[in-house]
């Protein structure tokens, strides 16, 4: 039952980055190519997409590695050791670079917001920044208590 859980978990996870790669590679150019023709007096706008979007591709990709491999710890029943911890840790280092990367695209949405006389685009720019940050912090929830069961596991394998 495990390894079935486990395994529907890792095709989960491969098909969480297929979109973002359809994203990165179709949508990114023509969202760069409108920033640019909405904002002509901005000339590295079109460049400042690419960096944002493309580069919050990496960690992305960086964090859907270390979940597999997290799973791969589950399949192995080395869940409970310090591998898990540090691939959590990575995790949130990747969710906390991501909110950042997006968080450098808000001027760019308050732009869109008065060139289009929409405020509400701004909050749409918060989305991704706050669901990575939500990411972050519940890691680091998990994080923690990993590392108590770590402890508690421990202590219980000393006295036995």
Do not use: W
Not at 41 to 53: R, S, T
């Amino acid at each position: 039952m495990e390894k079935v859980t486990t395994l529907f978990l890792k095709i989960a996870v491969i098909l969480l980055g297929v979109p973002v790669l359809a994203l990165c590679i179709f949508l990114v150019p023509k969202l760069a190519d409108l920033s640019a023709e909405l904002l002509p007096e901005f000339v590295f706008i079109k460049v400042l997409v690419y960096i944002v979007f493309d580069g919050s591709a990496i960690p992305f990709y960086f964090a859907l590695h270390q979940a597999f491999k997290l799973l791969r710890y589950i399949d192995k029943n080395i869940a409970f050791s310090d591998l898990s911890v540090n691939a959590l840790k990575k995790i949130k280092y990747c969710a906390i670079t991501i909110s950042v990367l997006h968080l450098l695209t808000l001027p760019l949405f308050y732009l869109f917001a008065e060139v289009d006389d929409a405020p509400g685009v701004v909050l749409v720019g918060l989305v991704v920044p706050f669901a990575s940050m939500v990411i972050a912090v519940f890691d680091a929830v998990l994080q923690k208590l990993l590392q108590e069961a770590i402890a508690i596991k421990s202590e219980n394998d000393l006295t036995v």
